[in-house]
């Protein structure tokens, strides 16, 4: 017996280490490593994402699969099935602009391996930390790779649909029921705000998640409705300093990123005040 300890301390360690001290501080502002989903600038090209992600003094974005890749290559579009030489070129223009990639996301998990194994060679190629998915259907297959990759997916919330009952995403009871006997690297990617448009309040969600929020899309919202939208963080109904609160109870730095689906063509200032807040939340400059 005195053999096999060592070996299963040994992975007892690989997975505690990856559930915590994720991001060294350099990446983080105001205790959290806060940055941009690119789906904020879905209406412009991934290279243009990149740039606005600067702009808004984030230093970390989240990729979501199928945006074009620039303003001279519109037709090229950037995923885990793009050919490597675009992968190639969007690491060049992340290192020009000094930006890290976190997560990528929301993004389909196949339940063949081999599909699965693509969107996860992927996440290894630009040093991602989570995938994050909706494919409660393919756990099975992407567990295995969670394990090999070290890396962690999040389950994804959209709003309640009261057209389509069978939708549980939203819900954190149903996340807590997938997600807690599977690996510690498989969580919650709480998306803040659709859980306001579902009529529940975030920081009640987090603590129901607690110990399995592995990302995070954190939003206001201008009132507790489905039509309601996003705004800079304190302004809104959405307990932006409770949840941060919460999740630095829960010693969660990140990835959180700002996906503001509001004023798609120009929101780069709005996007800087969320920043700016959670980076006086943390009293750093």
Known sequence: MKFLLPAALAALLTVTGAMAGD???????????IGCQAWSFHNFSVFEAIDKTAETGAKTIEFFPGQKLSQEEPTVK???????????????????????PVAYGVVGIPKDAAGARKVFEFAKYFGLKVINTESVDAIDTFEPLVKEFNIKVGFHDHPKRPDHPDYKMWDPNYILSVVKDRDPRIGSCADT???????????????????????????????????????????GVSDVKGILDEYKQ????????????????????????????VRAYGGKK
């Open 23 to 33: 991001f060294p501080d350099d990446l983080k502002q105001g205790g959290f490593a």
């Open 78 to 100: 950037f995923s885990h099935d793009a050919p490597k030489e675009v992968w190639d070129k969007v690491k060049a223009k992340l290192a020009e602009k000094h930006i890290t």
């Open 193 to 235: 705000g659709h859980w306001v448009r579902s009529g529940l309040k975030p920081v009640e969600c987090i603590q129901i998640l607690k110990g399995h929020i592995v990302a995070s899309h954190l939003k206001d919202l201008n009132a507790p409705l489905p039509s309601a939208h996003d705004v800079p963080y304190g302004s």
């Open 250 to 277: 829960q010693g969660f730095d990140g990835p959180i990123s700002v996906e503001y689906e509001y004023d798609w063509n120009d929101n780069v200032g709005e996007i800087k005040q969320c920043i700016d807040f």
